[in-house]
């Protein structure tokens, strides 16, 4: 049974990091695609960043330069670094991966059907 889990959210002030990571299991294949996205209240999710398993990265805009998308293969875990964060920032934030086969990689949610249940990140001004 395929299973995504995050971790280390929390709150923080306007300014400081979080490194968030999500931990799968269940996979009988390797994700080529795998992906960050975020909701915040009152508002539609939305992609954060993504990694291939070639290790190639592409960010939204707003979080381009502040946060690194990373993973480590050997322990089949996915990273979120997050710098200078801020109050705009605060969200639930879900790892999603690709389903077996994909070649593509992008932050059209409809390509995950894999997602982790969440971890919240409130950033105070």
């Known amino acids: 049974q395929v299973q995504l889990v995050e971790s280390g959210g929390g709150s923080v002030q306007s300014g400081g990091s979080l490194r968030l990571s999500c931990a799968r299991s269940g996979y009988t294949y390797s994700p080529y695609c795998m992906a960050w996205f975020r909701q915040a209240p009152g508002k539609e999710r939305e992609g954060v960043a993504y990694i291939t398993s070639g290790g190639t990265t592409n960010y939204a805009a707003s979080v381009k330069g502040r946060f690194t998308i990373s993973q480590d293969n050997a322990k089949n875990t996915l990273y979120l670094q997050m710098n200078t964060l801020k109050p705009e920032d605060t969200a639930m934030y879900f790892c999603?991966?690709?389903?077996?086969?994909?070649?593509?990689?992008?932050?059209?949610?409809?390509?995950?059907?894999?997602w982790g249940q969440g971890t919240q990140v409130t950033v105070s001004s």
């Open positions: 999603a991966t690709a389903r077996a086969g994909a070649t593509l990689c992008g932050l059209r949610q409809p390509d995950f059907p894999y």
